[in-house]
């Protein structure tokens, strides 16, 4: 496994980042004074921002976060019950554009799961048992397949799990052809435009 991660459209492998406390909300991932903008870059920057900032803005030495090898994850391994709490995008923007592409836990809040899906941030449940490997080991390779819905974990001296995950079928497609809704729509424009036509004649 490569050190940094090979994203594709239909493929993601990397290390993970664990973040293994239950209920993260979403002002914690990105907190309330952060929301004055529309802007999705730049985000990154104050995600989890009260974990990894002291009061004065210096970066604490504490903070799994704020380790190089987080930056270079693209999977987050997070706690139960993962992105509860207010319904804001800004809050999968901000995990985005720190370079996360995929979030792993036993549970998701709905309007988190919602929003990711919208924007091609890849939300998956899995099993108490793959959960727990995958909080037990952090920094574990993992290979996400869009195409199979499957994510394979595991180590050079240990082999971890391979399971499959649920995806909404649009979303994923979405996901697969590198397209939002919007772009899905526009990408059939001239078939709804033959298929209106039709319709307006036949009235």
Known sequence: M???PTIESTRIESTTLVLAESNIDTDQIIPARFLTTT???GLGRHAFADWRFDAEGRGRADCVLNLAAARQSAVLVAGDNFGCGSSREHA???????GVRA??????????????????????EVDADCHRWLLDHPGAPVTIDLQACRLAAGLA??????VSFELDPFA???????????GWLLSRREKIEAW???????A
């Open 92 to 98: 999968v923007w901000a995990l985005q554009d720190f």
């Open 2 to 4: 490569k050190p940094n």
């Open 157 to 162: 001296a240990e082999d971890g799990p391979e």
């Open 196 to 202: 209106e036509k039709t319709r307006a004649e036949a």
């Open 103 to 124: 979030v792993v836990s036993s549970s998701i809040a709905d309007i988190f799961k919602a929003n990711a899906l919208k924007n091609a941030l890849v939300p998956i």
């Open 39 to 41: 802007e999705r870059s």
């Open 172 to 182: 994923r497609r979405c996901m697969l052809e590198g397209v939002d809704a919007l």
